[in-house]
């Protein structure tokens, strides 16, 4: 992979029930070594920079060898799926411990275990 190139995927669902079900069961097999990560656990899920966008209907995944620019991945949600409104997202650079945030009024707070409900809307 170039260090300039994405990989991009995007899960749609009819309602956030869906979505909220699939995430679950993504979450408890996430990737090639289908590794479990809990819910706001600050661990290292990834070997590339990754960005995860858990939106109202729809999980947006990227990851790359390069930076990824969350700012530009966030308007690119909100411009191609405007209805679909951002409510989580976990970033994490290559080799680091990720980061999550709950998204509040369009602005993205950092979360811990004991700040943020353990059911994610």
Known sequence: MEKDTYIYGQWGFP???????????????YGEKQISINWLDNKRINPKN??????ANSII??????????????????????KDSLRYVIEQ????????Y??????????????????PM
């Open 102 to 119: 709950v998204a509040i009024k369009n602005k993205l707070i950092p979360c811990s275990q004991r700040e943020v409900s353990t059911d």
């Open 50 to 55: 990754l960005l995860i966008l858990f939106n």
């Open 15 to 29: 309602d956030s029930l869906h979505r909220k079900r699939a995430m679950y069961n993504w979450l408890d097999r």
């Open 93 to 100: 650079p290559a080799g680091r411990k990720c980061t999550w």
């Open 61 to 82: 995944e990227v990851q790359s060898k390069g930076k990824i620019e969350l700012n530009k991945w966030m308007q690119f949600q909100k411009i191609n799926f405007p």
